[in-house]
């Protein structure tokens, strides 16, 4: 006997607003598989609004009702019996959040739920991260946005640590990460890790995603510090325009991936890793995975 039915997760985020839309496919005697199906990616950047003036903009409120509305019908159009829509750091300090949260159900009757750091962090938890993580191994997971960082600590497959760090692209860009949140990052990880011989990173975001892309790695291989590195240093010798057009970046991409591989270079570096694993995951897909084994409320259309 198979069964298929389609889940929905929607991810506001400071850089960029996703809708992730997954075949959950059950089949007797068999584990749950979980498909992607389609993913529209939208970058309407919340945080240059929340992190310099505490507010989202009138025309950026009006960018996410029409974004959302969007989703609500792509999501019909896919029959999506389940969803759930995520609103994270750009959000959840913007001082109009619920009038935001009123004009998105006023236009598409959508719901979104404001989550905080550590919910981010266990959401994404949820995802198929297990799957890459080898027993007897440290691992100290890093999932950049562009708000916040959260970083997790697993060891022999158990989570040991985990904290979200206002650290992401779109504050690094706009200079609003003070010295004394990179120092105390730094003493966190060094805190946490100092129990272990050897650690390895895994990173999760849109942009080692594509950092992971460019380096034509094969799937599960991992990116090295001295590959980051160097990638950092010719990100930094090229110009924003130069990235759009002899790197072939997206605009809204060229800028945020310079703070984000620094994230990821500071990252290996405190922690002494020389190693970072890209599974290509993200809190979409915890999402919908946490629809699945009912650990977050979710919705119907």
């Not at 750091?89 to 989550?115: G, L």
């Not at 504050?171 to 990880?189: A, D, G, H, S, T």
């Not at 790197?247 to 270079?265: C, S």
Request: aromatic letters at 8%; one cysteine or more.
């Amino acid at each position: 006997m198979l069964s298929i039915k389609k889940y929905a997760a929607i991810d506001i985020g400071s850089n960029a607003v996703r809708l992730l839309i997954s075949n959950i496919i059950e089949e007797k005697g068999k584990p749950v598989r979980f498909k992607k199906s389609s993913l529209v990616r939208v970058p309407i950047r919340l945080g240059a609004d929340v992190f310099l003036k505490n507010t989202i903009s009138s025309k950026n409120i009006g960018r996410l009702q029409d974004t959302i509305l969007a989703f609500k019908l792509l999501m019909k159009s896919h029959n999506v019996v389940r969803y759930k829509a995520c609103a994270t750091s750009a959000m959840r300090e913007a001082n109009n959040q619920k009038e935001v949260v009123n004009a998105i159900y006023k236009v598409s009757k959508i719901e979104i739920d404001i989550i905080n750091g550590e919910e981010e962090a266990t959401i994404i938890a949820a995802t198929d991260l297990r799957e890459f993580i080898e027993k007897g191994k440290t691992y100290l997971y890093v999932d950049v946005g562009g708000g916040s960082t959260e970083f997790t600590v697993i060891d022999n497959g158990v989570q040991k640590a985990s904290k979200s760090f206002k650290i992401g692209t779109v504050r690094l860009l706009n200079n609003l990460v003070k010295n004394n949140i990179w120092v105390e990052l730094e003493q966190w990880i060094k805190g946490n890790i100092k129990a272990y011989e050897k650690i390895e990173v895994i990173g999760s975001g849109g942009n080692i995603n594509k950092i992971f892309k460019m380096s034509d790695k094969a799937f599960g291989e991992p990116l090295t510090y001295f590959y980051l590195s160097s990638l950092y240093h010719k990100l930094g010798s090229y110009t924003y325009e130069e990235r759009i057009t002899e790197m072939d970046l997206n605009q809204d991409r060229a800028d945020v991936i310079i703070p984000a591989t620094r994230i990821y270079l500071s990252a290996m570096k405190w922690s002494g890793a020389k190693h970072l694993y890209v599974p290509k995951i993200g809190l979409s897909d915890g999402i919908i995975k946490s629809i699945y084994n009912n650990t977050v409320s979710s919705k119907t259309l």
